[in-house]
């Protein structure tokens, strides 16, 4: 298990969140699938739960509101010390501010945004809450990788607003950066061209750690969930992206570490 210290470094990743129409069929599903207990918490929109293992934080649940017709999708959200100082930035490199800043009462200050291919995220400005508690451990936030047209305008937009380091992956047919924070690698970003699915456009994909990819693959099937492409292996481990039972697509991978 890898402790996560008092908080991420401002720019890292630091939370994963959801909106459902069933908050508590929702629950049901991760809590089934990942060992997650629910408590409430605070969040601007309506009911929100904070998801914990063994009870430290690894992510957040909320209701969708009635007159909010969004896509169900996990979002992304990246530390800041400042929302509404990294709000202008990103309007400034050419996103989009979509919701907010605003404050989740006394946990924090957030708002929600687009890049400049219009992938969607969040920023989090930690005051009582700082974020995910525990990384990489089964059941928790493994990865954060960007699904997107190409890396080269994109990136230059995240390593402005979050001051990431950028490395490239030197490949003629693989498109790929890794984004570094303090000489860490904290996400990704994957050019994919033309195989950006044109009814979703660009997403940050969400990772979870798993002790068995075909054992979780398995039980997403059998909570109603489906599998959006099977396990399969890979440099850093085996994956399979699945969605949940109302569409939210997300990755499970066990590390090869």
Request: aromatic residues 10%; negative net charge.
């Amino acid at each position: 298990m890898t402790e996560v210290p008092t908080r991420r470094p401002p720019g890292a990743p630091c939370w994963v969140s959801l909106l459902a129409h069933n908050l508590e069929a929702t629950q049901d599903f991760y809590g089934q699938l990942f060992g997650w207990e629910f408590e409430s918490a605070p969040q601007p929109f309506g009911p929100y739960a904070r998801a914990t293992l063994n009870g430290r934080g690894v992510a957040g649940i909320g209701g969708m509101p009635r007159d909010r017709h969004l896509p169900i999708a996990w979002t992304t959200y990246f530390g800041t010390d400042d929302a509404d100082m990294t709000a202008e930035l990103i309007r400034g490199c050419g996103g989009t501010v979509g919701v907010g800043p605003l404050d989740a009462d006394d946990a924090g200050r957030m708002a929600i945004a687009s890049d400049p291919l219009g992938a969607v995220f969040g920023i989090w400005q930690p005051l009582r809450y700082t974020g995910v508690e525990v990384l990489g451990e089964p059941g928790s936030l493994a990865w954060n990788e960007l699904i997107t047209r190409e890396t080269s305008t994109v990136g230059k937009f995240y390593a402005a607003v979050f001051g990431f380091d950028t490395e490239a992956v030197v490949s003629a047919n693989f498109d790929y950066l890794t984004l570094h924070l303090q000489g860490q690698p904290v996400a990704g970003i994957h050019g994919v061209g033309q195989a950006l699915p044109r009814d979703r456009g660009a997403y940050w994909m969400t990772y979870f750690a798993v002790a068995d990819t075909d054992a979780a693959v398995r039980h997403v099937a059998e909570l109603g969930g489906r599998v959006v492409r099977g396990a399969r292996d890979s440099a850093y481990g085996r994956l399979a992206t699945v969605a949940d039972p109302e569409g939210a697509v997300f990755t499970v991978i066990r590390t090869a570490h």
